[in-house]
């Protein structure tokens, strides 16, 4: 079947030729080789039709082009392979921008990668003021670039700052911000892209308007001169803005930066589209490729999937949504679920508190209408979503109420058991709990059938994942229920079973507590963290880490989860040390392994050795043990947690959670493809060696550990 239908109809007196693309069978338009060979197909015969004008336009509902077909760039293994794709695509778009006639491109929805790069192959853009009109290049999110001629002619079109904004960071930019900087020429309501370019094509067909190759004129002095003589200045900055960004982790920005410096204002396009050419072979093969377009896969899963095995299960759809607490994670909750459009009732004991969850959510949008991301109607629009009350009046209407209370079991199933009897008897209710059982907390509710977890990370507004817990008696639709609900707020779901620290905090506190053995035996607060940031690419260190989970929270779980593991778990008498100092509990007291003033990282409190009775650090590890110890141990504990606990599925949760909750290094693919790529043998080594050396039965290879190295077996197969 074909992706492209071809139309011919008439504008005023003139016959125009429309190209529709609609992928049969796709959610989306995607440019595969098929149809790039069909679009090649089509090109040739229109050039010499004699048609006056060419469209192109999409027939999917809220999706123009969302780019190449990622999986051909994954199964890309020889240099000669990626010539010959990328030349080919090259050599189309070429086409469409050497046709003799005009051609337009009409943008409602999504227009990424290769969707970009061929509407900078026309010569003229409009597009729709639609919110899902997003518009950019964002293959450095792949560790590739913009391949298709748009490293060339994203710069020539809106000059050199805008684009490499654009082209280094991955961005994707609304139809008013493409506009503004020349990307798009107008842009018009949904309903009215048709006419409006019929019109502006007749008027154009009228006053002889040719073909055009758009090219930026700088405006001012100062940009002139950043455009001309210091434009040697903007590729200095644009590097350092990258390698403070990446840390130089992430080689497609950097190739990207250089194309563009190679390639800006020159005159030969076959020579610039074969450097764009050359650098994008050397990426595409790159192992930081592959883990990102790894990691695009499990985000692309996740829109597939329901939560649940059963197919035929479905979700209630969630239009009203109850939040119980109305402290900061209440707060961002409420916030999230409104900015999506979903109605949200806050209830707090007191006004004065849901005062502060309505201050939250407004601050938030208010940032938003500071930057024109949204308009003052839709300020107004999203803040008339949240309500808040003092009792549970309104609750009869809510579908799902998310509980967000202090972390006592005891309180929070007696609100449970409140809040079902005001609600009706097939609405959900889910608990925000980071550290106490689903299944036993459902003995708060009478029909548990109903109730699951639904764990946010902080800060709610920014952090991606949601932990969808499973209880024993949550029913699949329940599950369902908030799964789809959580996509609806934005937020990337993962379904776990019921146990100590889930799956995320299960992970991860064994990495916080190695780092503080560490801290015991010599090491500094800042070469651990700076030995996880700088070398191995976290966002932030554990000691950091810690600071913003708050100490208190960590000795809390550790001990949640030194009682049920107790023959593997230690807890550092360090953390114990520090969580009675309650002045110390991190961030939240702007005191922690670090000083924070108004929330914000200034420097290592020095102090906090002597408050723990340690002498000053003398650095006696290597930063390569502390690295492998705390990552290693997550590793150690991810194998009984998915071999033996079966607290996920499939390691592609586990990596997606890891990404998303913990910010663990994209470009690596996640926990269990790192440690695919190290080994399973090398690491029971290492954790052998460590374990002996430290005196540590904490960091022995666990048994399934042992089996993998024994198998030489892999988490992926």
Not at 45 to 58: C, W, Y
Request: proline fraction near 4%.
């Amino acid at each position: 079947m074909s992706a492209i239908l071809v139309s011919n109809q008439k504008i005023g007196a003139s016959e125009i030729t429309v190209l529709t693309f609609d992928l049969p069978g796709e959610k989306v338009n995607k440019l595969s080789t098929p149809v790039m060979t069909e679009l090649k197909d089509h090109l040739e015969k229109i050039k010499t039709s004699g048609t006056a004008f060419v469209i192109f336009k999409s027939a999917k509902p809220k999706i123009f082009i969302a780019g190449a077909d990622i999986e051909e760039i994954q199964k890309l293994t020889t240099k000669e392979q990626v010539e010959t794709a990328v030349k080919q695509g090259q050599d189309i778009f070429n086409m469409i921008e050497d046709l003799p006639m005009p051609t337009m491109a009409l943008i409602n929805g999504a227009c990424a990668g290769g969707g970009c790069e061929l509407i900078l192959s026309c010569d003229y853009r409009i597009a729709t003021e639609d919110s899902s009109t997003r518009i950019g290049l964002p293959e450095t999110q792949l560790g590739i670039l913009p391949g298709f001629g748009g490293s060339i002619r994203l710069p020539r079109v809106v000059g050199l700052q805008a684009s490499l904004d654009v082209i280094l960071a991955g961005k994707l930019l609304n139809a008013k911000k493409a506009q503004k900087i020349g990307l798009v020429d107008y842009v018009v309501h949904s309903n009215l892209i048709e006419s409006f370019a019929a019109s502006q094509i007749e008027k154009m067909i009228k006053d002889g308007s040719k073909k055009r190759r758009k090219k930026f004129q700088p405006k001012g002095l100062v940009n002139k001169l950043l455009e001309g003589i210091f434009k040697g200045v903007v590729f200095s900055k644009a590097k350092e803005g990258v390698m403070k960004a990446t840390k130089g982790h992430y080689p497609a920005p950097l190739a990207a930066l250089e194309v563009v410096k190679k390639t800006y204002g020159m005159s030969d396009r076959t020579k610039a589209l074969e450097i764009e050419r050359e650098h994008f072979k050397v990426l595409a093969l790159t192992d930081v490729s592959k883990n990102l377009i790894h990691v695009f896969y499990l985000t692309e899963m996740v829109k597939k999937q329901s939560g649940v095995a059963n197919a035929l299960v479905k979700g209630k759809p969630v239009k009203h949504l109850g939040v119980l607490g109305a402290g900061t994670m209440g707060g961002g909750i409420a916030y999230v679920a409104a900015d999506k459009g979903i109605d949200v009732r806050v209830k707090d004991i007191s006004y004065e508190a849901n005062a502060k969850a309505l201050k939250h959510a407004r601050d938030l949008w208010a940032k938003l209408a500071k930057k024109k991301v949204i308009d003052n109607y839709q300020f107004t629009q999203k803040m008339s979503l949240v309500s808040t009350t003092v009792d549970f009046s309104g609750f009869k209407n809510i579908d799902v109420t998310v509980e967000a209370i202090v972390e006592m079991m005891d309180v929070k199933q007696k609100v449970i058991a409140q809040t079902a009897a005001e609600m009706r008897n097939d609405a959900i209710i889910v608990t925000n709990t980071s550290s106490l059982s689903v299944t036993e907390m459902s003995k708060g509710h009478p029909r548990p059938e109903f109730f699951a977890g639904m764990h946010f990370f902080s800060p709610v507004h920014k952090m991606p994942l949601v932990e969808v817990i499973r209880g024993s008696a949550s029913s699949d639709e329940t599950i369902a229920t908030v799964f789809e609900l959580a996509k609806k707020m934005g937020k990337m779901p993962v379904v776990v079973k019921d146990g100590p620290g889930f799956l995320v905090n299960r992970l991860l506190l064994p990495y916080m507590a190695e780092a503080a053995f560490l801290l015991a035996e010599g090491m500094s607060v800042e070469t651990v963290d700076k030995a996880f940031v700088y070398k191995f690419g976290m966002p932030m260190g554990p000691f950091e880490l810690m600071d913003s989970v708050g100490i208190d929270v960590c000795v809390k779980v550790l001990n949640i989860f030194k009682k049920a593991f107790s023959d593997r778990v230690e807890m550092p008498p360090l953390m114990e040390k520090l969580e009675k100092n309650k002045t110390r509990l991190g961030q939240k007291t702007n005191l922690g392994f670090y000083k924070y003033e108004n929330g914000r990282k200034t420097e290592v409190d020095q102090s906090i050795y002597a408050e723990l009775g340690l002498s000053s650090p003398t650095n006696p590890l290597s930063e390569e043990e502390c690295r492998e110890r705390c990552v290693f141990a997550m590793v150690n504990e991810a194998a009984l947690a998915l071999d033996q606990d079966k607290i996920v599925e499939t390691p592609n949760e586990v990596d997606l959670a890891m990404i998303m909750g913990t910010g663990f290094p994209p470009f690596r693919g996640g926990l269990l493809k790192y440690a695919d790529s190290v080994g399973a043998d090398y690491i029971v080594q290492r954790l052998e060696k460590y374990s002996t050396e430290r005196k540590a039965n904490r960091l022995k290879p666990t048994s399934k550990m042992k089996e993998r190295a024994q198998a030489k077996a892999k988490f992926y197969n």
